[in-house]
């Protein structure tokens, strides 16, 4: 009953959805779509100054489009889905949705830094096993995804379907920053901001 809860989990929360943008035609969208990859994905652990432990997925995503500010980034969306795994080989669903900040830089150069923090809390020590990220632009309520990476999805649900694995329940942060273009010191890095967690 789990795999099939956690099947049905990702199916629904990556669903490709063939929707147009209500500003853009068909062949607009596809240009968009080629512009817009996720650059790079890796994982790392941190530890806070009070020594909590954090595993932490990092996600690089660019927009290579002339005038990336010609649209409204606080319409970009990227979607989390990450398998953590302990010591005792169960597993635990990470699930985070977050928003692009508001406000951007006029100098914008279309990359965008995003790190999902997971707190080891009461769990002990586990490590990251798997993960799918989309990125993404909102059409009114529905979600367009523009590009996509997976680790090992399919071995993700094997496991899963193998193993006891339940929804985390630690403390999740994710914090994202942006190059900008400095007049004085070139290529940037905007303050690092938190980003929220989405309800849906």
């Given at each position: ?56 997925l990092e996600v690089s995503t660019f927009q290579s489009q002339d005038?990336?500010?010609?649209y409204d980034m606080s319409r970009f969306q990227i979607r989390l ?24 830089n006029s100098d914008y150069k279309g990359e965008d830094y995003w ?86």
């Open positions: 009953m789990k795999t099939m809860k956690i099947y049905l989990l990702l199916v629904v929360f990556f669903a490709s959805h063939l929707l147009a943008f209500g500003e853009l035609t068909k062949d607009e969208l596809d240009r968009f779509e080629s512009n817009v990859k996720i650059a790079e994905v890796r994982t790392d652990s941190w530890k806070s100054d009070d020594r909590e432990k954090y595993e932490v005038d990336p500010q010609q889905v990450v398998e953590l795994t302990d010591n005792q080989k169960n597993t635990y669903l990470v699930k985070f949705t977050g928003n692009a900040p508001e406000d951007y790190r999902l923090y997971m707190a080891h809390g009461d769990l002990g020590r586990f490590k990251i096993t798997g993960y799918a990220i989309q990125y993404g632009f909102m059409d009114d309520e529905n979600f367009v995804p523009l590009a996509a990476e997976e680790d090992d999805s399919e071995k993700m649900l094997e496991r899963a379907r193998a193993q006891t694995t339940c929804l985390f329940s630690e403390k999740l942060h994710l914090w994202h920053y942006y190059i900008y273009d400095d007049s004085s010191e070139g290529d940037t890095e905007s303050p690092e901001v938190n980003i929220r967690l989405v309800k849906e």
